[in-house]
């Protein structure tokens, strides 16, 4: 395949799954839109969020058997279709069951679309530099989402909200075509039901088990710096910081993906994210937590961007990569539950042992793996 052929399907499809994941990236402003303007209480909004993803992790798990089957660009024509159909017939009605059916058919759309950029990304020749441009976009579209959304749905009027979110998507109908000329020649229909890549699905459990530990502690760092003695004013501002933090880990990911060797990269980060997690344990104050929560934020991009690397470089046909949303949404599905019980239950010292051993583990294996030839 051409050069510039494979990079204008990188481009496109960063463009269209960073569209797909506008509402999870603005997530926390939807549940209070849907908690608030829909009159559903937190409980109420809370569930309607989790049936979106619960439709996203769907949609990505059934992306391989669909594509199996079907090219790329009709599947994505097809899906942007369900998706936007979601949006415009959540603006028809507010009632709770309606709405919540809603969101899951939009969710459908979503996974599905999701996967076959996380697909088409990893086809690149430089697919560490494609994800962190993924990640750095959906952080930058995540900070003027939650900086305007809940201003658009105060003032004027919730429906617009969805209008945007299908206007943003609207590109990928002609951006499906170039998204298509990335896939791989079919490899005949033996080769479709055999089994796969043992050593991609390791890969793909070592993404899983990175996304359980990471998510494991960053939902309560609000919680631990409250538990520390600091304002509210202190922590949000912490949490703000973090937001660029990210966006500064995807960045640099890109930008050294090509210097540096991927056990290098990986062990980097997993030093990075050691530092924020002892800052979190055993530096009091302010800046000290500023830093920690800002390290970590960094060092979760960075380390993934590695990560993908190898599982694109082990999966060059795309048959299993397009499952990597359902693994990085099912580890944010798992790790919260899991540090809420220990931080609960137990101490903070717990929590984070959890996390570091889980982001261990995952380095450990994909280490491996790429000691291993392909």
């Not at 496109?12 to 839109?33: D, K």
């Not at 900070?143 to 299908?166: E, N």
């Not at 304002?231 to 993906?257: D, E, K, Q, R, T």
């Amino acid at each position: 395949m051409p050069a510039a052929t494979l990079r204008a399907s990188t481009w496109a499809a960063i463009y269209l799954g960073v569209a797909a994941a506008t509402l999870p990236a603005v997530l926390p402003v939807m549940v209070g839109v849907f908690a608030d303007r829909f009159g559903y209480g937190v409980a109420g909004a809370g569930t309607v969020a989790a049936l979106n993803m619960a439709g996203i992790l769907v949609g990505s798990l059934l992306c391989p058997l669909i594509t199996a089957r079907f090219g790329w660009a009709a599947v994505v024509r097809a899906s942007l279709a369900v998706m936007i159909a979601g949006n415009l017939l959540t603006m028809l009605d507010d009632h709770y069951g309606y709405v919540a059916a809603t969101r899951l058919l939009s969710g459908l759309g979503e996974g599905v679309v999701g996967g076959i950029c996380y697909a088409a990304m990893g086809r690149s020749a430089r697919p560490e530099r494609s994800i962190s441009i993924y990640f750095a976009g959906q952080s930058v579209v995540g900070m003027i989402g939650m900086g305007s959304f809940g201003w658009i749905a105060a003032s004027l009027g919730w429906p617009w909200l969805f209008l945007i979110l299908s206007a943003i998507a609207v590109p990928g109908f002609w951006l499906a075509a170039v998204i298509g000329r990335a896939q791989p020649a079919a490899a005949g229909p033996r080769a479709a039901r055999s089994p796969g890549n043992p050593l991609v699905i390791g890969a793909l459990a070592c993404i899983l088990l990175y996304f359980i530990g990471m998510a494991s502690l960053w939902p309560f760092l609000e919680r631990i710096g409250v538990g520390k003695g600091l304002s509210p004013g202190i922590v949000a501002f912490a949490l703000s910081a973090s937001a660029f933090g990210g966006l500064a880990g995807s960045l640099v990911a890109g930008a050294v993906a090509d210097r540096l060797s991927r056990t290098t990269g990986l062990l980097s980060g997993l030093g990075l994210l050691a530092g924020a997690v002892g800052g979190l344990l055993f530096m009091p104050g302010t800046a000290a937590f500023v830093l920690s929560v800002s390290l970590f934020a960094f060092a979760w991009p960075f380390q993934y961007a590695f990560q993908f690397g190898l599982l694109a470089s082990l999966d060059r046909d795309g048959r299993l990569i397009a499952l990597t949303p359902a693994m990085t949404g099912g580890g944010l599905a798992v790790g919260p539950a899991i540090g809420g019980l220990l931080l609960e239950n137990l101490s903070l010292g717990a929590v984070t042992a959890f996390c570091l051993v889980c982001v261990v583990a995952a380095v450990g294996g994909t280490i491996r793996l790429r000691a291993r030839p392909a």
